[in-house]
């Protein structure tokens, strides 16, 4: 069975600053993978998804993210950490065998200091 | 009407109250899904209906109970909820729940709170 684990349910960066936010899969098979954000009271966005055409995919806002297989890991990231980016943000994994739902990481939720 | 709407936005409603929340999807999706977002915990999946089948449910509580009477629309029916089941509920809707790609919607949740 696929999971995701997001290390850090907190992140405070500076405005300005470098955003990284981790996550880490576990998959037998070559996983999908995505991250989404949740702004307060409302629902899950899209940022981007890993469906193995490029190991860097890059999504909205200014965010991307790489897939490396070897240490099993697809981190978001962003140059310059703007007032509006915080709210959480979660990764999530998909196979193409057996359950196909989406499993999510628990979530990391950013805080952007001014 | 865009996206994935869901109503009410908020619900609060004692343990013996029966209510229902709505979920209408407007991209031309085939598939739905009720998702349970509690506080420090990972979202939860609960339902999945595809061409308005189910064809998965989560091991959800019988107090629960899905309907999708179209591809486009899905409810959650409640009754004699406990106060654990206190969440917000989302919905989303996707087009190929089979396909790896393939990306899911989120309508904007119902906040909902057992008494």
């Known amino acids: 069975a696929q999971s995701v684990t997001q290390l850090g349910s907190h992140v405070s960066v500076s405005e300005g600053a470098l955003v990284l936010l981790r996550c880490n899969y576990s998959?037998?098979?070559?996983?999908?993978l995505f991250w989404y954000v949740q702004y307060p009271n409302q629902g899950l966005q899209l940022l981007l998804k890993?469906?193995?055409?490029?190991?860097l995919v890059k999504g909205i806002n200014g965010f991307e993210a790489e897939f490396k297989k070897s240490e099993t890991s697809f981190h978001l990231t962003k140059p310059s950490a703007h007032m509006s980016d915080a709210a959480e943000y979660f990764c999530a994994v998909r196979v193409d065998t057996g359950r196909r739902a989406l499993t999510f990481g628990s979530g990391t939720r950013l805080q952007v200091q001014p | 009407e865009t996206g994935v709407t869901q109503t009410p936005r908020h619900l609060v409603m004692g343990m013996t109250n029966k209510k229902s929340l709505k979920c209408e999807q407007h991209l031309g999706h085939n598939a739905m899904y009720w998702y349970k977002q509690s506080a420090k915990k990972p979202l939860e999946l609960m339902f999945v209906?595809?061409?308005?089948?189910?064809?998965e449910n989560n091991s959800v509580p019988s107090r629960f109970s899905p309907e999708c009477p179209n591809s486009s629309h899905l409810f959650l029916h409640l009754h004699t909820l406990q106060p654990e089941d206190s969440a917000l509920y989302l919905c989303?809707?996707?087009?190929?729940?089979?396909?790896?790609?393939?990306?899911?919607?989120f309508g904007p949740g119902t906040r909902l709170t057992v008494l």
């Open positions: 209906y595809n061409f308005k089948e189910q064809t």
């Open positions: 989303a809707s996707s087009q190929d729940p089979g396909g790896g790609t393939d990306t899911q919607y």
């Open positions: 890993y469906t193995s055409a490029a190991t």
């Open positions: 998959s037998s098979v070559p996983p999908y």
